[in-house]
């Protein structure tokens, strides 16, 4: 498999078994890892951290990541540069691909990352946009690979909020590997339809059903229940709005009990309010997976950089 030069923007741009692919060369990464292995992949590779928005996981991995594989990570946050207000994203662009091998962009804009690796000419790494969230539904699909040896048949739950960067894709991730994909949500927090249609076309190929609605009975079989933060970085001041939308929406333990299946796991990408999205309880159940599906972004989001700028 060769994806060389490649950038990361969104699964949509992978086929199945390129998406594939990097979960297994993460698995084998984390498996080095855990034997005090790590490579050189990226030796002599300077590697560009933008961040718009804040970060523990995406930040912290692409930091550990680079440095395991011998590059050199320089954070660039939004007090330090001037990323679309002083300076143009292609002006920016064109000056951090002469100096940097690759450039990690988490930001609002999804425009902006395409702006990126358009006009860079080195490989671009989503790391959250509004719209798109990639290298952590790689995390989630190791993950729940790790719990259940396999993903193709599969049935994951989103519950929340439908319409955002996780959500999207998860949709799109599910599609394209085969996992049935549920997304719970009140009618005015459903995706759009367009990028519905599209998964559902994904899905299609891969023998998997996508299906939108606000039924929360519809978790009934599901191996997986995911989640996320009812209200997203930057949309701070519809806190009360979500709050009253999405409060039926929890993910509890008579919603895991709901789905029928005793092995069920609960995922969250973290950040998570407890008490809003998922009580304590099924959170401190769950803690285990969900702190592996957190260490997992890290093997993967190695992976997408071995795989596209590696040696
Ligand atoms: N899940 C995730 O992207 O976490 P951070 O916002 O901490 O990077
Ligand atoms: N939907 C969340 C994801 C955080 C990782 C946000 O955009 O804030």
Redesign the pocket.
């Known amino acids: 498999m060769n994806l060389k030069g490649r950038s990361f923007l969104t699964l949509k741009d992978f086929t199945p078994d390129e998406i594939l692919y990097l979960i297994d060369l993460a698995a084998d990464l984390k498996e080095k890892k855990k034997q005090g292995v790590t490579g050189k992949s990226l030796e002599g590779k300077n590697i560009a951290l933008i961040f718009e928005?804040p970060?523990t996981?995406?930040r912290c991995a692409f930091t550990v990541a680079c440095i395991d594989e011998g590059a050199h990570p320089e954070y660039l946050g939004k007090n330090d540069i001037q990323l679309g207000y002083k300076e143009s994203v292609e002006d920016t662009a064109r000056v951090l691909g002469r100096m940097f091998d690759g450039i990690e962009f988490r930001g609002f804009l999804h425009k902006n990352v395409e702006l990126l690796a358009k006009h860079s000419g080195v490989p671009v790494w989503n790391g959250?946009t509004?719209d798109y969230?990639p290298t952590?539904i790689l995390a989630d699909m190791l993950t729940i690979k790790e719990q259940f040896g396999v993903l193709k048949g599969l049935n994951l739950v989103f519950i929340g909020?439908g319409r955002?960067?996780?959500a999207n894709s998860i949709m799109v991730g599910c599609g394209k590997l085969g996992v049935n994909c549920t997304i719970i949500a009140p009618d005015s927090l459903w995706p759009e339809a367009e990028l519905v249609a599209t998964c559902q076309g994904y899905a299609k190929e891969a023998g998997s059903k996508i299906m939108i609605t606000d039924q929360i009975d519809a978790v009934e079989g599901a191996d997986v229940i995911y989640t996320?933060?009812w209200?997203?970085?930057?949309e701070e001041e519809k806190a009360a709005e979500r709050l009253s939308l999405l409060k039926d929406y929890q993910v509890n333990a008579v919603l895991m009990k709901k789905t029928g299946k005793e092995k069920a796991i609960a995922l969250h990408?973290?950040?998570a309010v407890k008490g809003n999205e998922i009580t304590e309880e099924v959170f401190e159940t769950h803690a285990n997976v969900i702190f592996d599906e957190a260490e997992n972004r890290m093997h993967t989001i190695k992976a997408v950089m071995v795989a596209t700028l590696g040696k």
Do not use: A, F, I, W
């Open positions: 928005k970060s996981r995406t959250l509004d969230h952590q909020d955002n960067n996780v996320d933060v209200v997203s970085m930057g990408c973290l950040p």
